[in-house]
């Protein structure tokens, strides 16, 4: 475990803003029948019998004497009367500090929204064309407190954890831990906290460098001939065929782009909100450790012989193991494939600064968002890796059109980013995604549910990526279930990105692009189910989780 000590600064105390219109407002409203002006100043009631008869004119303001007070004056300046039960009943909308009005949720999402406690949460069955069947669950604790909290209208929750176990049928296995407290203790700060554990048998390794960018070819094994492979599932329905070598022993390459991965990772990050929420500086402490193992030379049971039968095998030489000999890793300057079960130590330090006009983060209908976050390693932080690691991201949501009320509505989202990693001695996991501090969670590169759909996962990697996802989200129904409140939309979306090996390199050639089609859930505003379908130039892929990709 670790500490990032700067979260413990002492939270500086904010005065709440009050505008004048506010403190001029009377606690009782008078009586339909009295006149403007009509009011005695409070704590001076007219005693009986002072009424004038009906008809008789009543004194100008003029007649008062001049060491007399004017009524209205005297009303604005004394202290409110004391509420009733009914009125502390009332919601509370005095916030301590400043919100910029942007950051307010839409009507509709601040009508649906639930107060209290509650959890949500969904048994998962799914298919990972790269691990199979699947199964696990989400469960997710928000506190949202009641309409009198000052922050209800502006946040999608005041605290939230999350936790997540999916184990798949090839033996992946995930567990994740996470906490989430926008203003927490009434403050300008948001604390994050993240804890996360897998292990991975086939973890994907399609090759580092911008020549990887390339069809999917191989040596057919029914001709023998080199060829280029149009689908990757034909792909790697070649590569786990097994042929016999002179000995008579089965020899596969089922495992040609895989890895045997394990991890746990440990985040710990505080942001400061400033201009009313819009601009943000987060930083914090990440604590990663890793281990991975080559299937060169082991044996598998899963390949299978040209008569489609099941046999044990013998993996030849994996890519990894190809691209550790022929220079690659020390080209890039990469570390970190230790071929063990022990675990290597990545000590990192984390900031990033975020301007972000959203009206409401699970599930936006306007704003943008900007951020630069930057990942310093170094032997002095503990850390067995030295480098650098950065990435700039901007969104763009607009709602152009809505229809019942806000409750049907058509979004446009759009996102671009660059991730650049450089160092002496860079942990080779790293290139795996942009950045582990990106809003919605680290962005595998380059291939993955949530970059190039279409892709198979870290198709491409390179030191230098580029993405762009843009997305139609379209909330066509919605309804009430059980107390739950539920929304249903389709998403059609389009992706594309490129990763190069250098800035010199950098251009609009050979992209990876592909298109897909959506469905989204919002399930009590705050849980968003994503189902997508997506098909690129290799082939198709399907994904189920939780939340937009961006």
Do not use: C
Not at 129 to 154: A, C, E, H
């Amino acid at each position: 475990m670790r500490f990032a000590p700067l979260f413990v600064l002492a939270l500086l105390p904010t005065l709440a803003l009050a505008t004048p219109e506010s403190a001029a407002e009377p606690t009782t409203t008078p009586e339909p029948s009295a006149p403007p002006g009509d009011e005695a100043p409070p704590g001076d009631e007219a005693p009986p019998g002072d009424e004038a008869p009906p008809g008789e004119l009543q004194p100008e303001p003029e007649a008062q004497t001049p060491s007399e007070p004017m009524a209205e004056p005297a009303a604005a300046t004394t202290e409110p009367e004391p509420t009733s039960e009914d009125d502390e009943a009332k919601p509370a909308r005095e916030l301590p500090f400043f919100i910029h009005p942007s950051k307010r949720l839409p009507d509709f999402e601040r009508e649906e929204k639930k107060e209290g406690t509650f959890i949500t949460g969904l048994p998962e069955l799914g298919f990972d064309p790269i691990r199979g069947f699947g199964v696990g669950g989400t469960l997710n604790l928000f506190v949202n407190k009641d309409r009198s909290d000052p922050f209800f209208d502006y946040t999608p929750y005041r605290h939230r954890i999350k936790t997540q176990l999916f184990i798949f049928q090839n033996g992946r296995i995930r567990y994740e831990l996470n906490y989430d407290a926008p203003y927490i203790a009434d403050s300008r700060w948001r604390l994050r906290a993240d804890a996360v554990l897998w292990e991975d048998p086939e973890a994907q390794f399609w090759g580092i460098g911008r020549d990887n960018i390339r069809r999917l070819r191989f040596r057919d094994k029914r001709s023998g001939q080199e060829r280029d492979f149009r689908n990757v599932n034909d792909y790697e329905d070649n590569l786990a065929l097994a042929l016999q070598d002179g000995d008579g022993v089965y020899r596969t390459d089922l495992h040609h782009h895989h890895m045997l991965q394990r991890e746990q990772l440990y985040n710990l990050l505080g942001e400061r909100v400033m201009l009313g929420g819009r601009l943000r500086f987060m930083f914090g402490y990440e604590a990663l450790l890793t281990s991975f193992q080559s299937y060169g030379g082991r044996v598998t049971d899963e390949a299978v012989n040209l008569d489609g039968e099941e046999v044990d095998a013998i993996n030849n030489e994996t890519l990894v193991d190809r691209q550790l000999a022929d220079g690659t890793f020390d080209r890039f300057n990469l570390g970190g494939f230790n071929n063990s079960s022990q675990y290597q130590f990545t000590s990192m330090l984390a900031f990033a600064l975020i301007y972000d006009t959203r009206d409401y983060e699970p599930d936006p209908t306007k704003g943008v968002f900007v951020e630069y976050s930057h990942e310093y390693s170094a032997p002095w932080l503990g850390s067995q890796f030295d480098f650098n690691k950065f990435m700039l991201q901007g969104q763009g949501i607009t709602t152009p059109i809505t229809w019942n009320n806000g409750r049907g509505r058509l979004t446009l989202a759009g996102m671009a980013s660059l991730g650049y990693i450089f160092g002496p001695n860079i942990n080779f996991i790293e290139m795996w995604d942009l950045s582990s501090q990106a809003e919605a969670g680290g962005i595998m590169v380059m291939g993955g549910e949530r970059s190039l759909r279409g892709y198979r996962e870290a198709r491409y990697m390179a030191p230098l990526a580029t993405l762009v996802n843009f997305e139609v989200r379209t909330r066509l129904y919605d309804f009430n279930l059980f107390k739950q409140h539920f929304g249903l939309g389709l998403t059609p979306f389009l992706d594309a990105g490129s990763v190069f090996d250098d800035w010199s390199q950098l251009s609009f050639e050979r992209w990876r692009v592909n298109g897909g089609l959506g469905a989204r859930i919002a399930w009590n505003q705050s849980t968003i189910l994503r189902l997508d379908y997506a098909v690129g130039r290799e082939g198709s892929q399907t994904f189920f989780g939780f939340g937009h990709i961006f």
